[in-house]
């Protein structure tokens, strides 16, 4: 059976604290994996999509990897406004396009 | 460049009562998709939506929801008869294709709607 674990489940760090984010998975034929950040109170914003072992993709303090049984989301120097939950998403080749399975996320709280 | 629209924002239902929850997917995207995000509880894929034609119903439940995105209009998820354990968060996701690794393909996710049931 297809699995998304996220780690840790809370993650309290000061501002410039970098710490990383674990999203491990065990599934039949990665497609894609996603990250999501979450605000409370509303949907889902896109990240990065990752495809293939090896792969890296950055954007602004986060950096996202890939291997063949996990990723791992690097914020670096966090600030405040970088507290949400962080969402891993898997996507499979027997799945169709847009069913994604999500982790439980991680929260994230950026303290000054 | 609006995103996906989620209406209404909150609903409020007594028990027996129907919701009705519409989705507009983002402009140029045709691929629509519900998910349920219930209290304490991560997201959870519901259905796949083409216009006019459902494509992966494998997450909704067998009784009481249903959805639709006509040739013209929103789409559209309805649940009849609603109890208390369909309080919930509900997302609509669009993309612009059904298929590919096109980077551009990305899945966007809308606000969402919280359903209270009382």
């Known amino acids: 059976e297809d699995q998304v674990t996220q780690s840790p489940e809370a993650l309290r760090l000061q501002e410039g604290e970098s710490s990383s984010l674990n999203c491990s998975y065990t599934?039949?034929?990665?497609?894609?994996l996603f990250w999501y950040r979450q605000d409370p109170g509303k949907g889902p914003e896109f990240l990065f999509t990752?495809?293939?072992a090896g792969e890296e993709k950055e954007k602004e303090r986060l950096k996202a990897t890939l291997t063949k049984k996990e990723s791992f989301l690097h914020i670096t120097a966090p600030k405040p406004e970088d507290s949400a939950t962080y969402l891993c998403?898997?996507?499979?080749?027997?799945?169709?396009?847009?069913?994604?399975?999500f982790g439980a996320g991680t929260q994230v709280v950026v303290t000054p | 460049n609006a995103g996906v629209m989620q209406n209404p924002r909150h609903l409020v239902r007594r028990r027996g009562q129907e919701a009705r929850l519409r989705c507009s997917p983002m402009?140029?995207?045709?691929?629509v998709y519900w998910y349920r995000q219930l209290p304490e509880e991560g997201l959870k894929f519901m259905v796949y939506?083409?216009?006019?034609?459902?494509?992966?119903e494998s997450g909704m439940p067998k009784e009481r929801f249903s959805a639709e995105f006509p040739k013209e209009g929103p789409s559209i998820l309805r649940i009849q008869q609603v109890v208390r354990g369909d309080s919930a968060a509900y997302f609509c996701?669009?993309?612009?294709?059904?298929?590919?690794?096109?980077?551009?393909?990305?899945?966007?996710f809308g606000e969402g709607s919280w359903l209270t049931v009382v």
């Open positions: 996701a669009s993309s612009p294709m059904g298929e590919g690794l096109n980077s551009g393909n990305t899945i966007y």
């Open positions: 599934v039949s034929g990665l497609r894609g």
């Open positions: 990752l495809y293939s």
């Open positions: 998403a898997v996507q499979t080749y027997t799945d169709s396009w847009g069913k994604l399975q």
């Open positions: 402009k140029g995207h045709s691929h």
């Open positions: 939506l083409q216009k006019e034609n459902i494509i992966d």
